[in-house]
């Protein structure tokens, strides 16, 4: 009877770690699934969808573009929220893009993830333009440098000049040409993976909005 009992315990002692590893190895399926439902949800969608980001984050502490997806979209749900939620969120999404950056340095995805992170927090607190708009700008220009064709690099320069004032030698007719060349960037972009960064086309269509 004790050997019968024990049959079920030692059945999961040894199908247990190869399940685990299985899981453990599918992160990247389960981004990809997360990733597609964050392209058409409602802000209101993405919280838990970020507790998944973030998990997966933590889980892979290896994985820069865990860390960078973290990151990000809590970056990204912080321009759709109040004041108070967007500085919650530049807090929470801080030590994933500077660890992104961090493990990656001349990625210029993670550069231009950098300045976009700056330019939300600029946005959760304007007061903070004066200090952090000239380093957005400056990690914009890095990424640029860095791939010059990554859409995205172009689009934290763009937005960086356009809500620049004007005395500060910013705004929207500043904006264009580097708007211009914005818009080219997206209409050549091919991302190279499902996993490969490739957001940033329903922003600039908002601000490409603002010229016509």
Same mark, same amino acid.
């Given at each position: 009877?004790?050997? +019968?009992?024990?049959?079920? =315990? +030692? =059945?999961?002692?040894?199908?247990?770690?190869?399940?685990?590893?299985?899981?453990?190895?599918? !992160?990247?399926?389960?981004?990809?699934?997360?990733?597609?439902?964050?392209?058409?949800?409602?802000?209101?969608? !993405?919280?838990?969808?970020? %507790?998944? +980001?973030?998990?997966?984050?933590?889980?892979?502490?290896?994985?820069?573009?865990?860390?960078?997806?973290?990151?990000?979209? $809590?970056?990204?749900?912080?321009?759709?929220?109040?004041?108070?939620?967007?500085?919650?969120?530049?807090?929470?999404?801080?030590?994933?893009?500077? @660890?992104?950056?961090?493990?990656?340095?001349?990625?210029?995805?993670? +550069? $231009?993830?950098?300045?976009?992170?700056?330019?939300?927090?600029?946005?959760?607190?304007?007061?903070?333009?004066?200090?952090?708009? $000239?380093?957005?700008?400056?990690?914009?220009?890095?990424? /640029?440098?860095? %791939?010059?064709?990554?859409?995205?690099?172009?689009?934290?320069?763009?937005?960086?000049?356009?809500?620049?004032?004007?005395?500060?030698?910013?705004? @929207?007719?500043?904006?264009?040409?580097?708007? %211009?060349?914005?818009?080219?960037?997206? $209409?050549? =972009?091919?991302? %190279?993976?499902?996993?490969?960064?490739? !957001?940033?086309?329903? /922003?600039?269509?908002?601000?490409?909005?603002?010229?016509?």
């Amino acid at each position: 009877m004790q050997t +019968l009992l024990r049959l079920p =315990f +030692l =059945f999961w002692v040894l199908v247990a770690p190869a399940a685990y590893g299985q899981e453990n190895n599918n !992160w990247q399926q389960v981004l990809e699934q997360q990733l597609q439902v964050l392209e058409s949800a409602e802000p209101a969608a !993405w919280p838990p969808r970020i %507790d998944t +980001l973030i998990g997966l984050a933590e889980a892979h502490p290896e994985e820069w573009l865990l860390q960078y997806y973290a990151g990000w979209a $809590a970056t990204q749900l912080s321009f759709k929220s109040d004041k108070k939620e967007a500085e919650a969120l530049c807090q929470e999404a801080g030590p994933f893009v500077k @660890k992104a950056l961090q493990m990656q340095p001349g990625n210029t995805e993670t +550069l $231009a993830l950098m300045g976009y992170w700056l330019s939300a927090r600029i946005n959760a607190s304007p007061s903070r333009g004066a200090s952090l708009g $000239a380093q957005s700008r400056s990690y914009a220009e890095k990424a /640029i440098v860095a %791939d010059s064709t990554n859409p995205r690099a172009w689009l934290v320069k763009a937005l960086n000049i356009y809500y620049t004032p004007a005395i500060f030698g910013g705004g @929207k007719q500043r904006a264009k040409p580097t708007v %211009d060349i914005t818009a080219a960037r997206f $209409a050549a =972009f091919k991302p %190279d993976s499902a996993l490969a960064p490739n !957001w940033g086309q329903q /922003i600039f269509n908002v601000l490409m909005a603002s010229y016509r």
